[in-house]
């Protein structure tokens, strides 16, 4: 399946794309990860995005339409793929529909997950990860199974990102709002949008059924 999760951050598109991998083999592509792994590595791409995603504020358009050109003919793709994060405003949403077409590919749906503001601000400012390997927990839901050590891959480097402090939360929400919001009018009149006010693994599916049948 071909499938754009759309939502705040820390709505769960991370969660759900995990979820949704698992059904039928579709990789989850998130431009997220991406550019965090591309900053830890002190990539030429990680310097130029590094700013932007430490206050919060979106990173260029151009930048992201290059990663997702060369993502999105990758192998691994052939199967399906669940985007995590992309397209986050309408420049981007308006070039994937010229990449798609120029690769013959259509989007079978857009998910978006409508989650209320106070909920997501106590998930993000409770949230950490492991800075090796990229697993989530929660301080509160899911802390490691030994405190301070991940239970993945053993490291114990597991941190706060330094995009969710108070200040950078509440800067992304306004970003979403701003830039990213308009993406669900869009999708709307392309009649691929199902949304969802909530995260929950049965409620998305059964959303989703009918368009992923
Ligand atoms: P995420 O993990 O999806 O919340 O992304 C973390 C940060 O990476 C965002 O706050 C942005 O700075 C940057 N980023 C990720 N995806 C995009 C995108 N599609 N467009 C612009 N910036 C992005």
């Given amino acids: 399946m071909k499938i754009i999760l759309l939502g705040p951050p820390g709505a769960g598109k991370g969660t759900i794309a995990k979820l949704l991998t698992e059904y039928d083999g579709s990789v989850q592509i998130s431009t997220g990860d991406i550019l965090r792994a591309a900053v830890a590595a002190g990539t030429e791409l990680g310097k130029q995005a590094e700013a932007a995603m430490s206050a919060g504020n979106l990173v260029t358009d151009e930048l992201i ?10 192998g691994d793709c052939k199967n399906g793929y669940l985007l995590d994060g992309f397209p986050r405003t309408i420049p981007q949403a308006e070039a994937l529909q010229v990449l798609l077409e120029k690769m013959g590919e259509k989007l079978d749906a857009v998910l978006e997950l409508d989650i209320a503001r106070d909920i997501i601000i106590g998930r993000l400012t409770t949230r950490r990860t492991c800075a090796q390997c990229g697993e989530i927990y929660n301080v509160i839901s899911k802390p490691p199974k030994v405190e301070g050590v991940c239970d993945v891959c053993g490291s ?9 402090t108070e200040e950078a939360i509440s800067n992304r929400l306004e970003v979403y709002q701003d830039q990213t919001a ?32």
Avoid at 65 to 74: K, S, T, V, Y
């Fill in 65 to 74: 339409m290059g990663i997702m050109e060369q993502r999105l003919q990758e």
């Fill in 182 to 213: 308009p993406l669900s009018d869009f999708y709307k009149n392309t009649g691929l949008l199902t949304s969802v006010m909530s995260s929950d693994k049965e409620t998305v599916m059964t959303a989703l059924g009918p368009k992923i049948g």
């Fill in 156 to 164: 114990n480097e597991i941190v706060q990102r330094d995009d969710e």
